[in-house]
């Protein structure tokens, strides 16, 4: 009893602290949208309520962050969305971010996120780290950048270094180092956005600062719960392909959370079952003036140092913020715009000093992995972000494909007087009146089956030689193999030389026989697989030397 009332506890507290920690950041995070901030607040009630209540992953907080911000503010920028349309199309596009996250998981599609690659989503949050900060430039100097392109705003910013507003630039900078300081210690850390918002917020109001714009100039925030407001079906068209995107980003960055923290009584959460808890999330908040939400790992983790040791943990996250708003919320509009940008600053860098490691490890891997992310990384300064996630997963897939058809290798089985067989190299032309056996490894793709020819012994001037093939593991069999199985066993008989098949699988044999590969190779030539290992390969050894004692032309 005594042990339920401390998880009790610690799971309030820790809502608690996560609730308080999503005021500065989920501000902040809709302010990099261009909404009005409230709809950060907003997005960590009802969606995150759901969400805690339905993924398998017990710890995870799902909520807005800024990729998941920046990709929205990308989505309604393409789809030409007017003011009017706001703030309708926002809660559409969280609408339509659960209905793909829905189904997603509803069809175990949760493997999917395995193909963004790390080397992409490195170039992917580098590059929207840098946004982050270009997007702030303009609150946290005074001095709005122009310019056709990011970089081209970011020279026109420190070309006009002149014209920042002193006061305006001195309180971001001294945002940035009150939360660098607050970051130093150890009680501190985890609350350092808090006390940086909080602190700022009071020294500019009680120093009086000219000149300082605060949130109140660009939006309300009402002491209130969001009210029920519906998506818009008339938009829809205009913003499924962006949601589309914005989905996988959010996906892709809650994937890790399950591994990160995992659950508390040990059982592994799937990939497929948060996919349906963050949709049902989105679902929900879409209705209540959420903005898109995902997993979250830096709000889990503030959670899980909080104390949080079950669901209720995100559960009570929601709770809180929604009564903190409700007594709190018209404080909000005096936060200087000036503070927010110095904490997306010092946000944005972390982001980006996280992927330090992984940019190490892409550099250390192949060329390919390299110039994908540095693709998506310069797609992601120059293009929509709704695009670059597409172009990534583009990149992560073709990536996969050329790796798949290039990761094939065939080897020689040498039978050993013990009955064991030894792996050495092919030989560069098959013997004539010999027995050779073939493995081969990572022949599962049917672009890998033109790589065979160039790979397998030379068949010129070759007489009476049995070639035993070992297909084991190969469940199923493409058109392209059957294809070229198909020539090469006659280009072999035309030689007066023999193919034998070993391990075949009971699915392959049928896709052999409808293929007429069975009645062209004789069945007596294939061996089915066994679960005992080497069974069927010394079957088809024993078969072979008998062929060639029979015909020893």
């Known amino acids: 009893m005594k042990d339920n009332d401390k998880g009790f506890r610690s799971n309030l507290i820790s809502g608690f602290a996560t609730g308080l920690f999503s005021i500065p950041e989920g501000m902040a995070y809709a302010k990099l949208a261009g909404v009005n901030p409230v709809y950060g607040l907003y997005s960590g009630m009802v969606a995150t309520l759901v969400a805690s209540m339905t993924t398998g992953s017990v710890l995870m907080i799902s909520t807005l962050t800024s990729a998941i911000a920046l990709s929205t503010a990308s989505v309604i920028a393409v789809a030409d969305i007017q003011q009017s349309q706001l703030p309708h199309a926002l809660f559409t596009v969280t609408f339509l971010v659960g209905v793909v996250m829905f189904l997603l998981g509803l069809l175990r599609l949760g493997s999917l996120v395995n193909f963004v690659s790390n080397a992409v989503m490195t170039g992917f949050v580098a590059g929207a780290s840098l946004l982050i900060m270009i997007g702030e430039l303009g609150d946290f100097s005074g001095y709005e950048p122009v310019g056709a392109n990011k970089l081209v705003k970011v020279f026109d910013w420190f070309g006009h270094i002149g014209e920042w507003d002193p006061v305006t630039t ?33 020294v500019v109001h009680w120093l009086d600062l000219p000149a300082i714009e605060l949130v109140g100039s660009i939006a309300q925030i009402p002491n209130a719960l969001p009210m029920p407001m519906l998506p818009s079906i008339e938009l829809m068209p205009k913003l499924v392909l962006g949601s589309v995107s914005v989905a996988l980003v959010a996906l892709v ?45 830096s709000r889990t983790g503030i959670s899980v140092s909080a104390g949080a040791s079950s669901r209720w943990g995100g559960i009570f996250a929601a709770l809180w913020l929604a009564v903190i708003v409700v007594l709190f919320g018209q404080l909000a509009e005096l936060v200087p715009l000036s503070v927010i940008a110095g904490m997306l600053m010092v946000i944005a860098t972390e982001l980006i000093l996280g992927r330090v490691h992984d940019a190490r490890l892409v550099w250390a891997s192949s060329y390919g992995s390299v110039a994908a992310g540095l693709l998506t990384f310069i797609c992601a300064l120059f293009i929509p972000l709704q695009w670059t996630v597409f172009l990534g997963t583009g990149f992560s897939i073709v990536l996969y494909v050329y790796s798949s058809a290039m990761h ?61 093939m070992r297909t084991r593991w190969q469940e199923t069999v493409s058109s392209t193999a059957l294809k070229w199985l198909q020539r090469y066993q006659a280009e072999l008989q035309q030689g007066g030389n023999r193919l034998l098949l070993a391990g075949v699988s009971k699915a ?45 032309c």
């Not at 059982?267 to 908040?285: K, P």
């Not at 050779?436 to 001037?461: H, K, N, Q, V, Y």
């Not at 030539?525 to 060639?548: C, G, H, K, T």
């Open 170 to 202: 001195a309180v971001g900078l001294s945002t940035i180092v009150l939360m660098l300081l607050f970051k130093r210690f150890k009680f501190t850390r985890r609350l350092a956005a808090i006390i940086t918002l909080g602190l700022m917020t009071v």
């Open 253 to 297: 960055q809650g994937a890790g959370i399950s591994t990160a923290y995992t659950n508390p009584d040990g059982n592994r959460s799937r990939a497929s079952r948060d996919f349906i808890g963050q949709g049902l999330g989105n679902l929900a908040g879409s209705f209540f003036q959420s903005m898109a939400t995902g997993g979250s790992l």
């Open 408 to 468: 094939v290798e065939v080897k020689q089985l040498v039978p050993r007087a013990d009955g064991k067989f030894k792996v050495t190299d092919l030989p560069t032309v098959y013997p004539s009146g010999a027995v050779t056996i073939l493995t081969f490894r990572g022949t599962r793709f049917f672009a890998e089956i033109s790589l065979l020819d160039d790979l397998l012994p030379s068949r010129r001037g070759v007489r009476n030689a049995t070639i035993i």
């Open 508 to 552: 392959g044999l049928k896709e052999l026989e409808k293929a007429g590969l069975l009645e062209q190779i004789g069945r007596q030539n294939i061996f089915l697989a066994s679960p005992v290992l080497q069974e069927s390969l010394s079957e088809a050894l024993a078969a072979a030397r008998q062929l060639q004692a029979e015909d020893p």
